[in-house]
Each structure stands twice: as C-alpha cells, then as structure tokens.
C-alpha cells in the first residue's frame, strides 16, 4: 500500500522553539505539500513543491520553511514557534495521472501544540 | 483569483434520508473538482473529482459551470457517511496544490 508518513502524530513545543515536521511519500510522486488544518477553516496550503530543491509559497507561508533535498522528502520547518501555530498539519503528495487529474495522497496528520 | 464555498459547516440528516452537500467555487477558467472525505480518525482520503464523472460509495457529483458548483449527492444516507467533507479545486493558476473549502461536517443519525 502506497504511503505517505509523517514521522510525528503528536508534538508538543514551546513558544520559540524551533520545529521540524518530517514527510515521506514512497510512491516516486514529484508534487508535495504541506496544509494546516483547523475547525472551521478547513486546509490552507502553507508550502508545497514540484520537484527536489524547488517550493512555492501557498496562501499562508509566513512563519514558515520547507526543505525538499530527496524528492521523498518534505520538512516543513517552524523557526520560532508561536501560539497561533497550534495546528493539524497534513502532508500530501501527487502525480498527475494519465487523464490530467492531480489527486492528493495525504498523511496521517502531526498535530502541533504551542504553549 | 479562486475560491471554494461550502455554505454549510454542520448538515445533520437521518439515515435513509437524502443528502445533498453544496460546493460553489470562483475560477476563471476550466477546474479540476474533487470531494475529499475524512472519516473519524482517518487520514483525508479522495472520494470523487468531476473528470472521472464516477459514483462511490453511492455519491454523485456533477459539475456545472453554469452555476458554479459541485454539489455532492447520495440519495439515501448511511450512518457510515458520517464524516468531514471537503470540496477542493485545482486548476492551471494553482500549479499543482489544491484548493480546500472549509469543509462540511455530515452527521447521519438513526
């Protein structure tokens, strides 16, 4: 069964911190992602890239970094973690397939808690 | 610029109940559609997209361009589609991500 792992389901941290948040897909997908989910918001993209060494800034990218040295490979990084960081973020990975459609693969969630 | 429109965050139905919900979305252009789901517990899982024009699980959605929208549909609820749902959007402007609404919780009662 294709896979995408988050190596962290459930972290606590505190204000000013600095945070890594690891990704890995093991379906060769080019495109990855990462969104934060949150009650009554739904799934806002931060960062998401297309190819090794490449990112794109999504809707919120501020207070945030991403790395993708390994194309299996997606950090998301919080260099001074805040409150309002408190979050479920989700991975995802994709490959267009052959009629053009861009399905997401998602991860299982780390969920981040601030204090 | 895009945007995806789910008006309703709760939508409680009884089981065998029709349920219908509503996705609206803001493109210039031609969209990809898709209805993600996710189940308690469960990692966010792709039910449908409008190119694939297929029926899971029962559900249904058409897209008309028209109206804009991308109602999901199944005519007789199971408590088992109890669950978060999310309409999404991608198109050409957005490269490759996905654009999320914010999602609708359906609660199917016995």
């Known amino acids: 069964d294709v896979k995408v792992t988050q190596s962290s389901r459930y972290l606590v941290k505190r204000t000013g911190e600095k945070v890594f948040l690891e990704c890995v897909q093991d379906?060769?997908?080019?495109?990855m992602f990462w969104y934060r989910q949150d009650p009554g918001l739904g799934l806002r993209l931060i960062y998401f890239?297309?190819?090794?060494?490449?990112?794109e800034k999504g809707d919120i990218p501020e207070g945030y970094s991403v790395s993708r040295e390994k194309k299996e490979r997606f950090s998301l990084i919080l260099e001074s973690a805040s409150t309002n960081q408190t979050s479920m973020y989700l991975c995802?990975?994709?490959?267009?397939?052959?009629?053009?459609?861009?399905?997401?693969?998602f991860g299982a969630g780390s969920r981040l808690t601030v204090l | 610029a895009q945007r995806v429109t789910q008006p309703e965050k709760l939508l409680s139905v009884f089981k065998g109940a029709p349920v219908e919900l509503k996705c609206n979305y803001s493109?210039?252009?031609?969209?990809?559609l898709f209805w993600y789901v996710q189940y308690s517990r469960q990692r966010l899982q792709l039910l449908l997209r409008?190119?694939s024009r297929e029926s899971i699980k029962g559900f249904t959605a058409d897209l008309n361009k028209g109206e804009t929208s991308f109602h999901l549909k199944k005519p007789f609820a199971q408590e088992e589609d109890s669950a978060m749902y999310y309409c999404?959007?991608?198109?050409?402007?957005?490269?490759?991500?996905?654009?999320f609404g914010k999602g609708t919780s359906l609660l199917v009662t016995p």
């Open positions: 995802a990975s994709s490959r267009p397939d052959t009629s053009g459609a861009n399905v997401l693969t």
């Open positions: 379906m060769d997908h080019e495109n």
């Open positions: 890239s297309y190819d090794v060494k490449m990112k």
């Open positions: 493109y210039s252009g031609s969209p990809e």
């Open positions: 409008h190119i």
């Open positions: 999404a959007l991608s198109g050409p402007n957005s490269g490759y991500a996905l654009n």
